[in-house]
């Protein structure tokens, strides 16, 4: 319920709907990763009750620091310095937060260990549980998208992702139907 155009990022921890009858549940999975944030350790709790949940602070969401809660009107009114730079295209923190180039950093340091768990043969299916704003760096670098067009990415909630890892390289392995949705915003066409 806190999906409510507001910034949810790290400092509000709410837990996941639990009304919702939710059918995650993938027995395949033999590694399951989750941001340590209340609502992804309960949404991978209910991918595979029986592995551990590894907790990795790389897949924390953004930091939105002060922006916490507000909407994007609100923070536009309160701090403009920001909406100035995203217009010229720029990367700004949001207020004692982060911005999309430290998000992503953490995201690549993720994937570098995930990269040598695969090569060592560590893992065969992986999940991942994170958050909206990690998935659109996953998905605006796979796809060689400008950094400052990430946001425009429509991620789906609830919906599984699959990416594939291949010559030192995550792919998305997404049907396209989702595709059409994903990209609506950036303006490519799918068909």
């Known amino acids: ?73 609100q923070l536009v009114d309160q701090y403009p310095e920001i909406s100035i730079a995203w217009q010229k295209g720029e990367d700004p923190r949001f207020p004692d937060g ?21 090569e060592n043969n560590e893992s065969e299916h992986i999940c991942i549980v994170t958050h909206n704003g990690v998935v659109r760096c996953l998905l605006g670098s796979a796809l060689g998208l400008e950094l400052q067009e990430w946001y425009k990415l429509i991620i789906p909630h609830g919906i599984p992702l699959e990416f594939l890892y291949w010559q030192s390289r995550f792919y998305p392995n997404i049907p396209r139907n989702l595709w059409s949705d994903i990209l609506q915003k950036i303006g490519y066409a799918v068909s």
């Open 98 to 118: 982060e911005n999309t180039k430290d998000v992503h950093g953490r995201l690549n340091s993720f994937q570098d260990s995930l990269a040598e768990s695969i």
């Open 1 to 73: 319920n806190l999906n409510d155009g507001t910034y949810l990022g790290q400092t509000r921890n709410p837990c996941i709907d639990s009304s919702q009858n939710y059918k995650f549940i993938n027995e395949s999975v033999t590694k399951l990763y989750s941001s340590p944030l209340r609502r992804c350790v309960q949404s991978a709790g209910k991918i595979n009750k029986d592995l551990e949940i590894v907790i990795d602070d790389r897949l924390l969401e953004f930091d939105y620091g002060r922006a916490e809660g507000l909407t994007y009107d």
